[in-house]
């Protein structure tokens, strides 16, 4: 079903897309918590069915980048609907959503800018089609669409887990009792961490801003100003930043536990997949690139 739309046609189907995916998933999350099943892993499944829809669709259109936008759409939404489902609205979760919503609004915005609409695939998932037409779509399914679903899930556990805790009137007392110097060095560092989030964010708007406007001076060219002079990929520094500022707003009171692994999957799936794929297509691509490789950090 390969066909043009406008971007205006293209933004509003998938935005039904997604509201389609959405209700979904919230009808499939209370099906299964009236069944007793523990909510995070009834979120986790609703997760996966919306990430199915989502993909089926990228069928429909034969475009995988159908799936693009799910990434910065679904985390603040689901703190959002998680602060109304646990009717928690402490100190650190109202940060959380300052930050997430910062750089969710952030993501998408460029998502927007960038999209040329639904008949247009991005030039990496072609070459998937292209190269592997017989595993193309255990690729799909499997590697372009749940797992980047799985790890964005594993990044978020340390921010639902923020739920369960946070500064109501009893946890100050309760941090009070234990000393002034606990409250202020507790209250230090979730600020830190909400700090590096926005930050973080900031950082992928900045570079967002200077890359867009130097590829319309310069088509074809790699981007070597700015941010991009010392870092060749700040805006996947700023993506990995972000997860890691928000486990460290958990780890102030949930302490340091297995749920650091959804920053270190974040990071891995950075450094080990997506920018070796990014560079191989810039070195390809992009002359003189190679030298710029050699010459500048991989992050800022």
Known sequence: MKKNYSKACSVALIAAIYVLAGVAGVLFFNKLTSMAVNPIW????????????????????????VYDPYWSVFPPVV??????????????????????????????????????????EDGRYTQYRSKHPLLFHLINFFGLNMMPTFVVFAAMLPGLKMFEWGFSFLGVYHLCQEGIYTLLTTTIHLCIGFLVCIAAATIQLIADK???????????????????????????????????????????????????????????????????????????????????????????
């Not at 520094?237 to 997860?243: A, D, K, L, S, Y």
Request: with cysteine; charged share 10%.
């Open 42 to 65: 009834a979120l986790l499944w609703a997760d996966v069915l919306a990430t199915g829809i989502v993909w089926l669709f990228g069928l429909l259109f034969e475009n995988v980048s």
């Open 79 to 120: 703190f959002l609907l998680w602060a109304f489902y646990t009717h928690t609205w402490s100190v650190p979760v109202i940060l959380l959503l300052v930050a997430s919503w910062y750089w969710g609004w952030r993501l998408t915005r460029n998502w927007f800018i960038t999209f040329k609409g639904i008949g247009n």
């Open 210 to 300: 200077q890359i867009h406007v130097f590829r319309a001076a310069n088509p074809g060219q790699y981007c070597n100003v700015g941010l991009w002079k010392h870092g060749r990929h700040p805006n996947y520094f700023g993506e990995i930043m972000f997860w890691w500022g928000i486990w460290m707003m958990y780890c102030v009171l949930g302490g340091i536990d297995w749920f650091i692994c959804g920053p270190i999957a974040m990071t891995a799936l950075f450094v080990g997949i997506s920018i070796p794929l990014m560079e191989k297509r810039q070195l390809q691509n992009k002359p003189g690139y190679a030298e710029y490789r050699k010459q500048t950090r991989m992050f800022i």
